[in-house]
C-alpha cells in the first residue's frame, strides 16, 4: 500500500461498504508486509467512514512494524473527522481594522520617505560632493541612453500613425498641411512627455524597485545603514537626479521622432514638401510648448524614480516580494504620471 | 571584574506591535572578548542583534556603546556611534554591482581622506588579513560562499572598529571553511584586540571561539544562562541549556510551552 494504490483503494473500499453495515468491523492486518503513512490513511478512512455510520472498526493481528507505525503516526488519535481544519478568518470588522492600521502604516512609512528625500536631496545641493557621482552616471547611463532606440522607435511610429488617421480626416477639407501642426503640437505638449514616461516608468522604475528590494532582503540596507551610510542619500538620490536630467532630455527626443514619423507620412503620402511640413512645425510651436513639456517630463521622472524605490524599501521577507514591489513600482508610477498630467492641464489651460 | 565594559544593555524591552520578544533583559560585554548570544530558532538572536545596532529602536531599556546610549540617542550620533562598529551579516550582503575591493574600500574612502592609491594599499592589506589577497577584482556573485564572509568581514573591519559584530558566521558554509572562519575571527582578536560579539547557534563554533555566551530562550523572552560555555555545558542544571550544548532532542513540552520553565 502506498501513495500510487491508496487513492484506488479508498475509493473501491467506500463503494463497497454501502449501508447498512455491521455494527463491529475487523480488519484483519496479519499479512500486511509494509504500511506507511498512505496505508494508515486508508485505515483512517476506513475508521471515519465506519464511524459514520455508528459501527466500530477494530484492528487484529498487527505485527511490531506496523504497531510502530501506527503510534507514530498517532492512528487512535486521527479518528475525528477533518483533522486538518484552516486558520478561521477574523469577521469583517476585525479585518477592516487591521486593513485601515496597516494603511495607516504605509502613510506614515511614505511621508517619512518622502521626508528623508527632500532631506537628502537638501543635503546633496548643500554639499554636492557627498553625490554619488558614478551611481549618479551609471543610472543615467541607463534610464537614458539604454532607453533612446526604444523611446526613439515608438515615438517615430507613434508620430506616424497619428500623422496617418489624422490626414484621413484632414485630407477631406485639402487641409493636409495641419497634419504638421496636430503632430508636432500634441507630441510636444502632451504624448511626447507621457510616451517617454510611460516607457522609463516600465523600463527604470520597476528596475529600481527590484533593485532596492533585493537589497533590502540580503541585509545590504542594513549593512548601508551600519556602515554609516544614509541608504536614501546613497540610493535614492543619484536615481532620482539621473532621472530628472535624463527624462526631459529623453523626451526632447521623442518629440523629435514623432515629428520625423509625421514627417514622412507627409512628404509620401500627402504630398507636402519635406521644408513646408518643417516651416508649418515651427510656425506651429512655440518655445512655452516645449518648455511645458520639459517641466513635465521632470516632474514624471521625479515620481517614477522616487515610487520605484519607495517600493524597493516596503519590501519585506521574501523574492514573492519583490516581484510585488516592482509590479507595484510601475502601476502606481503610471497612476502618479496620469495624475500629475491632468494637474499640469488645467495649470497649464489657465497659465498659458 | 576589572575589565573595561564595551557594550552594555540594560533591561531591554523589544517588541513587534503587541509580541514582547525580549522581556528586560540585562549584560555586558567586555572588551577584547570573544561574546556569543545563543539560542534557538525564534529566541530572539536577531531582534537584539538589529537593536544593538541601531536598526530598530528599542520599546524600553538602555544600550550602552562605549559610553555612548544608542537607545536615546538621535540618528547622527547614533552614526558616530556606529563608525565603532563593523557588522559581518549572514549572507555577507556585499554590494552586488561593485568588485571586492571596492566593497572594502567603499568606507575608507568615505570616512578618511587618503588618496586614491593608499586607499588601494589599504584595501590590500584588509584582504591579505582574511587571505583574500588576488580576490581585489571579482564581482561578490563571482566568488564561493565563505569567500563572501571574509570579503565581509573585510569590509567590517575596514576602518578598525572597536567591536565586531557577526551575524550566524557560519550559516550555509561547510564544516571546513566555517572552521577556517573561526580560527580567523581568534586570530584577528588575538592580533588587533576587537571586542566580537557573536550571534549564532553552532555548536563547534560556540566551543572553538566563544569566551563568555548568553543563551536566549523564546519561554522566558530573556537570558537562561551565561558563562563559559563548557562550563555550561558540563554543569548547567536547566535542561534546556543541557539539552542544547549536548544535542539532545527536545521534548515538546520544554521546546514549545511557554511554561517550561
Not at chain 1, 510616451?195 to 516600465?202: D, E, F, N, Q
Not at chain 2, 565581509?152 to 558554509?173: H, Q, T, V, Y
Request: aromatic share 8%; hydrophobic share 50%; proline share 3%.
Amino acid at each position: 500500500m502506498d501513495a500510487a494504490t491508496a487513492a484506488e483503494t479508498i475509493t473501491g473500499i467506500k463503494s463497497i461498504l454501502q449501508p447498512p453495515l455491521p455494527p463491529a468491523l475487523t480488519v484483519d492486518l496479519e499479512k500486511v508486509t509494509y504500511l506507511d503513512d498512505f496505508g494508515v490513511l486508508v485505515l483512517v478512512e476506513l475508521k471515519n467512514l465506519v464511524a459514520g455510520q455508528k459501527s466500530r472498526l477494530y484492528l487484529k493481528n498487527a505485527d511490531k512494524r506496523v504497531k510502530e507505525i501506527l503510534s507514530i503516526l498517532k492512528y487512535d488519535a486521527l479518528g475525528e473527522p477533518a483533522a486538518f481544519t484552516r486558520k478561521s478568518h477574523p469577521n469583517m470588522f476585525i479585518r477592516l481594522g487591521e486593513g485601515a492600521l496597516g494603511q495607516a502604516a504605509d502613510l506614515n512609512f511614505i511621508f517619512s520617505f518622502i521626508g528623508s528625500v527632500c532631506l537628502s536631496l537638501i543635503h546633496v545641493c548643500l554639499h554636492p560632493r557627498s553625490l554619488r557621482s558614478d551611481d549618479t552616471f551609471l543610472s543615467m547611463k541607463k534610464v537614458g541612453v539604454d532607453a533612446l532606440p526604444i523611446v526613439g522607435l515608438i515615438s517615430f511610429l507613434l508620430g506616424l500613425i497619428m500623422a496617418f488617421m489624422s490626414s484621413v480626416q484632414l485630407q477631406q477639407f485639402g487641409a493636409n498641411i495641419y497634419v504638421a501642426s496636430l503632430v508636432s503640437l500634441s507630441m510636444v505638449r502632451e504624448l511626447g512627455p507621457i510616451m517617454t514616461a510611460i516607457i522609463v516608468a516600465g523600463r527604470s522604475g520597476s528596475a529600481f524597485a527590484a533593485e532596492i528590494g533585493t537589497m533590502k532582503i540580503s541585509d545590504e540596507v542594513d549593512a548601508l545603514f551600519t556602515m554609516g551610510f544614509d541608504p536614501t542619500r546613497f540610493l535614492v538620490v543619484p536615481k532620482i537626479i539621473a532621472s530628472v536630467i535624463t527624462v526631459p532630455i529623453l523626451t526632447l527626443f521623442s518629440d523629435l521622432f514623432a515629428i520625423l514619423g509625421g514627417l514622412v507620412v507627409g512628404v509620401f503620402m500627402l504630398d507636402l514638401t519635406a521644408n513646408a511640413y518643417i516651416a508649418q512645425t515651427l510656425k506651429t510651436l512655440t518655445l512655452f510648448d516645449v518648455f511645458s513639456g520639459f517641466i513635465k517630463a521632470a516632474v514624471f521622472a521625479l515620481l517614477i524614480a522616487g515610487i520605484g524605490c519607495l517600493r524597493g524599501f516596503q519590501v519585506r521577507g521574501g523574492a514573492a516580494e519583490v516581484g510585488q514591489a516592482t509590479t507595484s513600482a510601475v502601476v502606481s508610477s503610471i497612476f502618479l504620471i496620469i495624475l500629475a498630467d491632468a494637474g499640469f492641464a488645467v495649470i497649464l489651460r489657465y497659465w498659458g | 571584574m576589572n575589565r573595561k565594559v564595551v557594550i552594555q544593555v540594560k533591561n531591554l524591552v523589544a517588541r513587534y506591535g503587541d509580541d514582547i520578544i525580549l522581556d528586560r533583559i540585562s549584560f555586558d560585554v567586555y572588551e577584547g572578548e570573544i561574546f556569543a548570544v545563543l539560542g534557538g530558532s525564534g529566541s530572539g538572536k536577531s531582534t537584539l542583534l538589529k537593536r544593538l545596532l541601531g536598526l530598530h529602536r528599542s520599546a524600553s531599556g538602555k544600550i550602552i556603546i562605549d559610553g555612548d546610549d544608542i537607545s536615546e540617542c538621535d540618528e547622527d550620533a547614533l552614526q558616530q556611534i556606529l563608525r565603532k562598529i563593523g557588522v559581518l551579516y549572514q549572507s555577507a550582503a556585499l554590494f552586488g554591482s561593485m568588485t571586492v575591493a571596492e566593497n572594502v574600500a567603499l568606507p575608507i574612502l568615505e570616512y578618511t581622506d587618503l588618496p586614491r592609491e593608499s586607499v588601494d594599499h589599504l584595501v590590500k592589506m584588509k584582504l591579505n588579513l582574511v587571505n583574500l589577497d588576488g580576490y581585489q577584482n571579482y564581482l561578490p556573485s563571482e566568488i564561493s560562499g565563505g569567500m563572501k564572509k571574509r570579503a565581509g568581514l573585510a569590509r567590517a573591519m575596514a576602518l578598525n572598529p572597536k567591536i565586531l559584530f557577526f551575524d550566524e558566521p557560519s550559516a550555509g558554509l561547510d564544516p571546513v571553511t566555517s572552521a577556517e572562519l573561526d580560527k580567523l575571527i581568534i586570530h584577528l582578536n588575538q592580533s588587533l584586540g576587537t571586542t566580537m560579539v557573536i550571534i549564532t547557534h553552532e555548536l563547534e563554533s560556540i566551543f572553538a571561539v566563544a569566551n563568555r555566551v548568553i543563551m536566549l530562550h523564546k519561554s522566558t523572552r530573556g537570558i537562561i544562562a551565561d558563562g563559559d560555555p563548557k562550563y555550561l555545558r558540563d554543569q548547567s542544571r536547566n535542561p534546556f541549556v543541557k539539552q542544547f550544548f549536548n544535542r539532545l532532542p527536545g521534548d515538546n513540552t520544554l521546546t514549545n510551552g511557554k511554561d517550561g520553565f
